[in-house]
T-cell receptor, first 109, second 117 residues
Framework: RKEVEQDPGPFNVPEGATVAFNCTYSNSASQSFFWYRQDCRKEPKLLMSVYSSGNEDGRFTAQLNRASQYISLLIRDSKLSDSATYLCVVNTNAGKSTFGDGTTLTVKP | GAVVSQHPSWVICKSGTSVKIECRSLDFQATTMFWYRQFPKQSLMLMATSNEGSKATYEQGVEKDKFLINHASLTLSTLTVTSAHPEDSSFYIC?????????????FGSGTQLSVL
């Protein structure tokens, strides 16, 4: 089993749709959690950190469930520019980051 | 936000040559830098963790004699792919950590596309 597992993609949605990505992690010692966005042949860019209480940034909402070792990312009102691969990243307290395989989103007109 | 500069952006080289990739943190001191490799349609795979002034820690299956890492200062880490072969062709990315309270964020270089002929 992989340390960080994400929904297999790809997700193909129309503009304006709401889409949710799920991520589970196996290391209960994990301390911090992030969602990154990666465009083709580009470096990953931090989309948002994930806090225990859940957090929202515009159209993006992240949730963390430590008991279930589960993280989610919700995108509302999808835009064409949201098309990318979304990476779930989990850090342990040793500072090691583990990446999920990523979920590819394509938003179509 | 923190900036990590990576050079070169792309390299085409002949089989058997060595290629050096530089990763610099421009506006912060990075005690730890990470090197990743990414094959098409796959996620980032951590190759090694580079700590300033000490030997790098390599992940299982990564040949330390082939992928030489040097982290001589708090702002510079280099990865040298020695005697590169076509199977080493990949997208190589570095990252550096910056503590933000209790949250350790990763900032990535722009990546280096290596093509070995």
């Amino acid at each position: 089993r992989k340390e960080v597992e994400q929904d297999p993609g790809p997700f193909n949605v129309p503009e304006g749709a709401t889409v949710a990505f799920n991520c589970t992690y196996s290391n209960s010692a994990s301390q911090s959690f992030f969602w990154y966005r990666q465009d083709c042949r580009k470096e990953p860019k931090l989309l948002m950190s994930v806090y225990s209480s859940g957090n929202e940034d515009g159209r993006f909402t992240a949730q963390l469930n430590r008991a279930s070792q589960y993280i989610s990312l919700l995108i509302r009102d999808s835009k064409l520019s949201d098309s990318a691969t979304y990476l779930c990243v989990v850090n342990t307290n040793a500072g090691k980051s583990t990446f999920g395989d990523g979920t590819t989103l394509t938003v179509k007109p | 936000g923190a900036v990590v500069s990576q050079h070169p952006s792309w390299v085409i080289c002949k089989s058997g040559t060595s290629v050096k990739i530089e990763c610099r943190s421009l506006d912060f001191q990075a005690t730890t830098m990470f090197w990743y490799r990414q094959f098409p349609k796959q996620s980032l795979m951590l190759m090694a963790t580079s700590n300033e002034g000490s030997k790098a820690t390599y992940e299982q299956g990564v040949e330390k004699d082939k992928f030489l890492i040097n982290h001589a200062s708090l702002t510079l880490s280099t990865l040298t792919v020695t005697s590169a072969h076509p199977e080493d062709s990949s997208f190589y990315i570095c990252s550096a950590t910056q503590l933000s309270g209790a949250w350790e964020k990763l900032f990535f270089g722009s990546g280096t596309q290596l093509s070995v002929l």
